[in-house]
């Protein structure tokens, strides 16, 4: 079983925590893409990172957890693929992704959140946002996708592959595959003792319990109040090129 998700509404789905990504919505509107080119329609879908009702910053701290902790983001990076549009009967519609040579490449995006500021000196200046591609005429009212690399590119090797696959810190090693989504944090708190101990967060998602990951089964149980940093966010706004 795969990550995926759908938005079916501009509706927010159930969150488990105060971190969380989610598309970009117009206010009091659904998700609805109006395609008017006679063939085929380029769409753009922009995300935006937020800590509870705060962007994501990463030379910013938060307050999270029961009790309360201040963390500092060190990265924030995901990559999804299977992108699709939901028709009015429920039926998907796969999005073909441009083959920009930098954030997408064949069924793969790569999220980027963090600029390399503040704590999260191991990442990027570049940032993406937004995942663009073109879908056949016709009206669509919602968006599904899958969290993490097919299989099929999970394995290859990091160094040789193409961007974005060739992020080596993104990546664990040939017979582990990728790190899905890298989502780390320091906890301040814990500054006067070993920094191993402070909340890193790397490779699938951290939800408690029990899921499959493309090619991987793994069982998390979960890390105690460092998972109340973690939500599930998903709401949407579609920009027309």
Not at 26 to 49: D, G, H, M, N, Y
Not at 144 to 151: D, R
Not at 176 to 191: C, E, H, P, Q, V
Request: hydrophobic share 35%; proline share 5%.
């Amino acid at each position: 079983m795969k990550n995926r998700y759908r938005l079916l509404t501009s509706a927010a789905l159930v969150c488990i925590g105060s971190l969380g990504v989610g598309l970009l919505h117009p206010a009091k509107t659904s998700l609805w893409v109006q395609a008017r080119a006679a063939e085929a329609q380029t769409v753009t879908l922009q995300f935006q990172a937020r800590v509870g009702d705060q962007p994501f910053r990463c030379a910013q701290s938060y307050t999270l957890g029961t009790p309360a902790s201040s963390v500092t983001p060190l990265d924030f990076r995901f990559y999804v693929s299977d992108v699709a549009l939901i028709n009015a009967d429920g039926s998907t519609v796969p999005l073909t992704l441009e083959q920009d040579g930098r954030w997408q490449y064949e069924n793969v995006a790569l999220l980027d959140f963090e600029d390399k500021s503040g704590g999260c000196a191991n990442g990027t200046v570049e940032m993406n946002d937004r995942i663009v591609g073109t879908v056949p005429t016709g009206n669509y009212t919602g968006l599904q996708f899958t969290l993490g690399i097919p299989f099929e590119l999970n394995h290859a090797d990091a160094t040789l592959a193409a961007s974005p696959l060739n992020l080596t810190s993104l990546w664990w090693n040939w017979q582990l595959g990728y790190k899905f989504a890298r989502i780390d944090l320091s906890n301040t708190n814990l500054a006067g003792r070993s920094s191993s101990l402070a909340p890193k967060h790397e490779s699938q998602p951290q939800h408690q319990g029990k899921h499959t990951s493309p090619g991987h089964e793994q069982t998390h149980d979960g890390d105690g109040d460092s998972s109340q940093a973690f939500s599930s966010i998903w709401v949407a706004r579609v920009v027309r090129a």
